[in-house]
């Protein structure tokens, strides 16, 4: 019941014709993934805060068309990117679409409010293949942090997986098949993966798993694999941490510009697509269902001097 309390503020009105708490728990806890639940929940709240700021006592089952595009308006107005304002109207979207399953409204009416149109291009800043190693060499393994760092930013740049993906790793999800050590987990949307190390990322962690074990770190199945190493405590690294991390060590190397930890994963589709592997490839390696957002993070193969023309 503890997880049914923390939706209790969605209920606005007691004289409600249906149990909020139950409609909103169903909607956000049919979705696996931690990071949807999230960002549906933060949708759905800023709505209906929008509804009771500018019409008051108006029930969600209620909402019309022109409603939805007000709400539109007022994220533009209080400088949401269009982007945002997308991702936030596809919120609405299924959470419409899952009344109407549940047959309390009879039509969505968020389907006929206008999106922006947006290119899917990427802006996150790779790495050249050069820079990679030298950040990478950058790293002193000689200190536990060292080999934290190490561990965490050759697995990142070798398999592409998002932070949460890494930094929500458990001993469990640790496996042996076929002679590789292999990591299975879900990736976003709930797909089942299991990616395994090349030989770089098992030496870097093995080193720091072997300095954690000598240092009492708890390995039981539920324990997660990467935390700080100045404590015992068994939490999961935030992406505040892992975005340092990775800084640290671009502008130890003069690399300028917003680098993040997903800058890894772009990387690291960058630089498949420029072996050649086929896009559906590299999609079903780093966990796209939409081969469109893979090559949305290209950006190695937009240059002149690459284009097809030059072939003829």
Same mark, same amino acid.
């Given at each position: ?15 409600? *014709?249906? #149990?909020?708490?139950k ?8 979705f ?5 639940? #999230?960002?549906?929940?933060? !949708? ?22 022109a409603?939805?595009?007000a709400? +539109?308006? !007022?994220?533009?107005?209080? /400088? ?16 419409? !679409?899952?009344?109407?399953?549940q ?10 409010? +206008?999106?922006?149109s947006?290119? +899917? ?7 050249s293949d ?6 990478? !060499? ?6 536990? /942090?060292?080999?934290?760092?190490r ?10 997986? %998002?932070?949460r993906?890494?930094?929500?790793l458990?001993?469990?999800?640790l /496996? ?23 030989p ?17 770190? *708890? ?15 068994n939490?999961?690294?935030? *992406? +505040?941490?892992?975005n340092?991390?990775i800084?640290?060590?671009? %502008?130890l190397?003069?690399v ?6 997903h800058?890894?994963?772009s990387?690291v589709?960058?630089m498949?697509?420029d072996?050649g592997h ?13 081969i469109?957002m ?8 937009r ?10």
């Open positions: 019941m503890s997880d049914l309390r923390s939706f209790s503020d969605f209920q606005l009105t007691r004289t409600a *014709p249906f #149990d909020r708490n409609i909103y728990f169903g909607f956000i806890h049919n696996s993934s931690p990071h949807t639940r #999230d960002a549906y929940t933060r !949708d759905l709240r800023k709505f209906l805060g929008f509804l009771e700021d500018r019409f008051r006592g108006l029930h969600e089952l209620k909402v019309e068309h409603h939805v595009v709400f +539109k308006d !007022d994220l533009l107005r209080t /400088a949401h990117a269009p982007r945002s304002v997308n991702r936030t109207l596809a919120t609405l979207w299924s959470f419409y !679409d899952y009344l109407m399953d047959e309390l409204v009879e039509k969505n009416p968020v389907g006929r409010v +206008k999106r922006f947006i290119p +899917k291009e990427v802006k996150t800043q790779d790495l050069e820079e990679v190693v030298r950040l990478l !060499d950058a790293v002193d393994d000689s200190r536990p /942090a060292g080999l934290l760092h561990a965490l930013l050759t697995l990142f740049f070798t398999t592409g997986m %998002r932070h993906e890494v930094s929500h458990r001993f469990k999800n /496996a042996e098949d076929s002679g590789f050590t292999v990591l299975r987990y879900f990736a976003k949307g709930s797909r089942e993966m299991a990616t395994p190390l090349n770089k990322a098992e030496a870097a962690l093995g080193a720091y798993l072997r300095w954690a074990h000598a240092a009492g770190y *708890p390995m039981g199945p539920e324990d997660f694999i990467f935390r700080a190493t100045k404590n015992n405590v939490r999961a690294l935030d *992406p +505040k941490t892992l340092y991390i800084k640290r060590y671009a %502008r190397i003069g300028r510009g917003n680098i993040t930890i800058s890894a994963r990387t589709i960058g498949l697509l072996k086929a896009l559906e490839r590299v999609a079903d390696f780093v966990g796209h269902r939409d469109s893979t090559k949305a993070y290209n950006k190695r193969r240059q002149i001097h690459q284009s097809l023309s030059l072939d003829l």
